[in-house]
């Protein structure tokens, strides 16, 4: 795994300030590189690393970093609900949502929880596609880490409906009783495969990971469902078009992915990291070469 690419000014001095991601597995994440050509663009004094770690040490690594020169931390599977009882402040809409990816060290040791990963999803959604979000009826499929962010911001920012189907019926259930608990009466759950309120939706999203990996070239929607006035919107962006996306783009839809999802929940981590804009293009321009040289890979 490359954690940074010459050129970049990675020089480690008693200031430099550490952030690191806790989870596992790591081995597929982009965020080191990200991040760290973000820190160099910027002129920051930074360090982003990986530590692959499961629930049962989480709280002492937490603790430790409390004494140690870090600027935060980033949290993924499995910890994003775990690491919450180990902090001492969340965010309001962290709170609300109940699972935390981004964490800030003070000065005086305390740690502080956020989500960004639903307000980049946000900001693409908005900036990129166009979507008003208090108007548009919203249908998403799959109710994990992603589908939660994604419909708790959904609902934040006042969809006046979120319909949620997942394979997993159990794990629709809690998200929509949690949504309607803590943000607003607005979510309602679907059996799987019932996609009937499709056809009434203005949104229509994908968060199950159905069109990536081992399931390339499937789709969990049947593209008779589908309306040319609909927009789409996937999680994944490798493949950069999922078969849920080429259907929508074939009915004529206006389709995104979720490279700018992942983006700006990386550039809201840098803002909150150091308090800083962070350099927007600079990381895009990152994410898109490690693209290129997987379909270069690929291509050999």
Not at 131 to 160: D, Q
Not at 165 to 172: K, L
Request: aromatic share 10%; proline share 4%; glycine share 8%.
């Amino acid at each position: 795994m490359v954690v940074w690419q010459e050129g970049m000014n990675m020089d480690i001095t008693i200031d430099t300030k550490m952030v690191t991601l806790l989870g596992t597995p790591l081995g597929q994440s982009y965020a080191a590189r990200m991040q760290n050509r973000g820190y160099a663009a910027a002129g920051l004094n930074m360090l982003y690393f990986y530590t692959e770690l499961d629930q049962a040490h989480l709280g002492d690594v937490v603790n430790g970093i409390r004494y140690m020169n870090f600027a935060g931390f980033a949290v993924t599977k499995p910890n994003k609900v775990a690491v919450l009882k180990y902090l001492d402040e969340l965010d309001p809409f962290c709170r609300k949502m109940g699972s935390c990816n981004t964490v800030v060290k003070t000065k005086d040791g305390r740690l502080i929880g956020y989500n960004t990963d639903g307000s980049g999803f946000y900001r693409s959604l908005t900036e990129e596609g166009q979507i008003n979000v208090a108007e548009s009826t919203c249908f998403c499929i799959g109710s994990g880490g992603v589908g939660r962010a994604i419909c708790s911001i959904l609902a934040y920012h006042h969809a006046p409906k979120i319909y949620i189907t997942d394979i997993v019926a159990d794990a629709a259930e809690r998200l929509v009783q949690d949504i309607n608990a803590n943000f607003a009466p607005v979510a309602e759950v679907v059996a799987y495969g019932d996609y009937s309120k499709v056809k009434d939706c203005d949104v229509v999203i994908n968060a199950s990971g159905i069109g990536m990996g081992n399931t390339v070239g499937q789709t969990p929607l049947p593209e008779d469902y589908i309306q040319p006035h609909q927009f789409y919107f996937d999680a994944c962006y490798n493949p950069a078009k999922t078969q849920f996306l080429l259907n929508a783009e074939q009915k004529q839809c206006r389709i995104l992915n979720g490279l700018g999802m992942s983006l700006y929940q990386g550039t809201a981590q840098i803002e909150l990291w150091t308090g800083k804009p962070a350099p927007v293009e600079a990381m895009r321009d990152e994410l898109m070469q490690i693209l290129a040289e997987q379909a270069q890979s690929v291509a050999r």
